[in-house]
């Protein structure tokens, strides 16, 4: 879909010559020597809810994206949906998602999927893009996909497509600041860019104090109106209780009025799902005397298979003619932490009254809900995403590489290669702690209890080099599991990295080295049962042994470690091994 002419493709190649790193370093082949061969991956999610509550006739599970895909949006022409989240640092950006019945889901990759145009190259794993809008306009038969991008300097910007099976044009810049946007077209064919900002200078009242904005947009020009801005919420609800963190808004229109939808409370335990009402696109908004119409936040830490931080909502009308709504929350472990990162869910959408409210959103959730009315339970079948407990197994031989492999800060097609042996990781100088694409193909952590297996065949050549795992948070949060070389002989080394000391600087430790003959194929192991880790090998195939003994996940965990991921479960290389081993 993109139409490119020869002159500015020789520009931006030449431009990005000039950054840190180059094209020709991250994707040249042939393979270095010493370029590790992955031939097989086993997960396999073993979470005692989904053994404690089995799937009956006309039920599905909760969430219906497991592991880190949070900030749902969603949107609907005829019978098909489409759904995108946020991807931060992770590539492509913004992943996408179709289904004909809210349950059964395939993933369509990502929409920024152009290196050229969004590259994350240089930012922390939670920046990139995050908190997309997707939205359907009839007037014109077109999707727009509206996201900021903390990256590249390209901030707030919008793709269109009339078919996203088949991609998206290029991102266009719009004129305006602040972060979680999403655009809503009226019936008389009028548009509206909706987002979270600042409040006017000077006159920001507390930590968290934000306002949302609305815009006219010009569709011919895909440009926000410069002048027509204003503020349609100052705070949240109620500013004289200094609500905070309202953000992610969307307009919605219902028997001639006007309905906007916001999250706040912040991303944490406070979060919350919040409704306005007006006569007209640009308000006054009026909050409804029921807020909030979603949250977790009342009800005790202890209670079980808690599910927690539920906010930053979008709603949709269902094929059985019912609301619905996508949002994010949590699944935390038995130590609160939040390894699988941010989720997303779906709840049915009571809206017979004046205002939506998520139908048991005010309760404790649920880990399955009843499906829509004639509609078969197929994930994990006929290529729809699965979810509760399954096991995902890849040997590198299908012709397409399936999605759920992405890259960090870059593409993963710039260090791998699909070969007759397996795949090969052509291994990066940058290692997992720096803030630059890494030659690791990561797999997100779905469940609290699982197990990561791949088979590995290697040989180090030097004490820069280093093949293997990792689970990782971030570039500062992370165990690295792999095999390195000091001096003739080749050892397994397990190393934690966790947060930075007062100079900023990675604190590293090396849990656990273990001399290791590599006459053949090993096999590593990331193994975990909510907080406790394990990492373990095999040269047999079957007998594993644990190297560094239980280790704990806090480190993997977004309310440990920051940020806004989930963990990621990676096969790893480099040529800039930094182990130091005594």
């Not at 048991?360 to 959730?365: D, K, Q």
């Not at 720096?434 to 030097?462: A, G, I």
């Not at 795992?469 to 190393?495: D, M, P, R």
Request: net charge negative; glycine share 10%.
């Amino acid at each position: 879909m993109r139409k490119r002419n020869t002159l500015l493709a020789m520009a931006v190649l030449s431009l990005f010559a000039m950054v840190s790193f180059t094209i020709s370093e991250y994707s040249t082949y042939p393979p270095k020597k010493n370029v590790p061969i992955f031939t097989k991956v086993i997960y396999e999610g073993n979470d005692q809810v989904y053994k404690d509550y089995p799937l009956e006739e006309g039920e599905f599970y909760n969430p219906i994206l497991q592991g880190c895909y949070p900030d749902p949006a969603i949107t609907r022409k005829g019978d098909d949906y489409y759904m995108v989240c946020s991807s931060f640092a992770m590539f492509p950006g913004v992943p996408i998602f179709h289904s004909k019945d809210l349950v059964n889901w395939t993933d369509l990759g990502g929409v920024l999927d152009d290196i050229t145009e969004f590259n994350p190259h240089d930012t922390g794993i939670s920046q990139g893009v995050y908190a997309p809008g997707i939205t359907y306009n009839p007037h014109n038969d077109t999707f727009y996909m509206i996201v900021t991008a903390f990256s590249g300097g390209l901030g707030n910007i919008i793709v269109k497509t009339k078919d996203p099976m088949k991609g998206w044009g290029s991102p266009k810049k719009l004129d305006f600041g602040g972060i979680d946007p999403s655009i809503f077209f009226d019936d008389d064919g009028k548009a509206y860019v909706v987002h979270n900002d600042a409040p006017d200078e000077g006159k920001e009242l507390y930590n968290g104090h934000r306002v949302i904005k609305i815009w006219e947009y010009d569709i011919e020009n895909d440009q926000v109106i410069a002048g027509t801005d204003e503020i349609i919420v100052d705070g949240g609800v109620d500013i004289t209780e200094k609500p905070i963190w309202i953000e992610a808004p969307h307009i919605y229109k219902k028997d001639g009025s006007y309905y906007l939808m916001c999250a706040e409370g912040g991303t944490g335990d406070w979060h919350s799902e919040v409704i306005f009402k007006s006569d007209g696109p640009k308000g006054p908004y009026i909050p409804a005397p029921s807020n909030p119409i979603l949250t977790q936040r009342y009800f005790p830490k202890d209670r079980e298979n808690m599910v927690d931080w539920a906010g930053h909502a979008d709603l949709v009308k269902g094929p059985d003619d019912r609301y619905y709504g996508v949002f994010l929350a949590i699944r935390p472990n038995e130590e609160n932490r939040v390894n699988t990162g941010r989720e997303t869910f779906i709840l049915p959408v009571d809206w017979s009254g004046e205002y939506p409210v998520f139908e048991n959103g005010l309760v404790p959730m649920e880990p399955k809900l009843k499906m829509p009315q004639g509609i078969t339970n197929k994930t994990g079948q006929d290529g729809f995403i699965p979810n509760g407990n399954f096991t995902f197994e890849e040997d590198f031989s299908s012709d397409k590489l399936d999605y759920r492999w992405i890259g960090l800060r870059g593409t993963r097609e710039a260090f791998i290669k699909q070969t007759k042996k397996g795949l090969e990781i052509t291994p990066f100088s940058t290692n997992i702690k720096e803030r630059k694409p890494t030659s690791t193909l990561f797999h997100r952590q779905q469940h609290k209890t699982f197990s990561f297996t791949t088979t590995l065949e290697y040989e180090p050549k030097s004490e820069k080099d280093m093949a293997g795992v990792t689970a990782y948070q971030n570039e500062n949060s992370n165990y690295v599991f792999g095999i390195t070389k000091k001096g003739k002989e080749n050892y397994l080394v397990l190393q934690k990295n966790s947060k930075p000391n007062w100079r900023g600087e990675t604190v590293s430790e090396i849990i656990a080295t273990e001399p290791i003959d590599l006459d053949g194929p090993i096999d590593l192991k990331i193994s975990a049962e909510g907080d406790e880790y394990q990492f373990s090998y095999a040269v047999n195939g079957s007998d594993f042994k644990t190297v560094g003994g239980t280790v704990s996940g806090d480190i993997l965990s977004t309310d440990i470690a920051g940020g806004f991921t989930g963990a990621l479960l990676g096969l790893y290389a480099t040529s800039g091994n930094d182990i130091v081993l005594d």
